[in-house]
């Protein structure tokens, strides 16, 4: 099976070897590099339109050098060539975005003019719906790396704090009337850091961040839930991208098809995803607008949101809809075009005409 190099994919794609494991079939892992890899200081709405972090995997599918590919569902384009199946589609991760910060804050704690880092387009057209205060700054990198970005100024603040206060400690040794600000020297607190901790004390500061947002799913697959303070968006406010959360196997073979299905498919989440997946196509939105759909099986339904918005979040489109299971793919279609009526498809449209800019 393909996978992309980095800490995330690497992870996902071993979550779908060690399910494969337990049904006693053997998995190799090849790492593949993407376009999205190579290229890191483009904006990910960008490097979407074209398959950035996929067509590099499922070429090698098509080229039959490999079996399968697993993705990122959130990252596939709704075009994918003819011969190309999602055959399994495991268990969804939590599916929403979380706000992640130094001290814990919700997004209504930050201050006014706060600078909240991502690069997607749609968590920067939500941000600023909600909140037109804020200062939306890029943000790549792997898991890790954002955070570590977002941690390294509060880091070196407090480091170079506690450097002045050992030396402040050190002129007025012996004196009762020195108030000390930490309990701590400067070396035992570097002890106490973690590990990444550590790396965002030592980076270089670009942009200095109050918050960022990031997937919850990418957070927990990283094993980073318990090393940072987050919170979570509320999912019918922040909805959440097409897909998220959840992973995609493809291949071509009729056999691996059917061996990858039998094994590994969840149908709840095959059903969610694929009227998440099916609005936006329908849409027309893929990665280069600001497009937010959220679907949730719930017995004979599937309950939908919708969110729409300007790439400036100036304007927004938002509703809800209860499908029938029975002919979910149909009639997420027939949603989709009742968005398109009330004005989706011209913001759509828009965000279209300044990507091409």
């Not at 190309?84 to 991760?93: D, K, N, T």
């Not at 329908?282 to 729409?308: F, K, Y």
């Not at 300007?310 to 279609?333: F, Q």
């Amino acid at each position: 099976m393909a996978t992309r190099g980095s800490a995330l994919a690497r992870a996902q794609a071993a979550s779908v070897q060690g399910a494969l494991a337990s049904r006693r079939l053997d998995v190799e892992l090849v790492e593949v590099e993407t376009t999205g890899d190579r290229i890191q200081d483009e904006l990910i709405h960008r490097l979407g339109k074209t398959g950035a972090f996929v067509r590099a995997l499922d070429e090698r599918v098509l080229d039959g050098e490999v079996d399968a590919a697993v993705h990122s569902m959130k990252d596939m384009p709704t075009e994918k060539p003819a011969d190309l199946v999602v055959a399994g589609v495991p268990e969804r991760a939590p599916a929403g975005d979380v706000l992640v910060t130094a001290e814990g804050h919700d997004i209504d704690d930050l201050p006014e003019g706060a600078v909240v880092g991502t690069s997607s387009l749609r968590r920067q057209a939500q941000l600023l719906n909600y909140r037109e205060d804020l200062e939306v700054e890029p943000l790549r990198g792997n898991v890790d790396t954002r955070i570590e970005k977002l941690l390294a100024t509060h880091l070196q603040r407090e480091h170079e704090a506690r450097v002045e206060n050992d030396k402040e400690r050190q002129e007025k040794k012996g004196k009762t009337d020195h108030d000390e600000a930490f309990d701590e020297t400067a070396d035992e607190w570097f002890e106490g850091l973690t590990e990444l901790e550590r790396q965002a004390l030592g980076r270089k500061v670009e942009t200095e961040y109050d918050a960022i947002v990031l997937a919850e799913a990418g957070l927990k697959r990283s094993g980073l839930t318990e090393k940072v303070n987050y919170e979570r968006l509320p999912r019918t406010t922040f909805v959440p991208a097409p897909g998220q959360g959840a992973i995609a196997v493809t291949a071509a073979d009729a056999e691996v098809i059917d061996l990858i299905r039998d094994k590994l498919d969840h149908p709840r989440t095959r059903v969610e995803t694929t009227v998440e997946r099916t609005i936006l196509a329908e849409l027309g939105g893929g990665c280069i607008a600001p497009v937010g759909v959220h679907a949730l099986l719930q017995g004979e339904h599937v309950h939908v949101d919708v969110q729409v918005l300007s790439t400036d979040g100036s304007e927004s489109i938002k509703t809800s809809r209860d499908l029938p299971v029975g002919n979910h793919a149909h009639a997420a279609r027939e949603f989709a075009a009742a968005l398109r009526d009330r004005g989706a498809g011209q913001l759509v449209e828009a965000a279209r005409e300044e990507a091409e800019e």
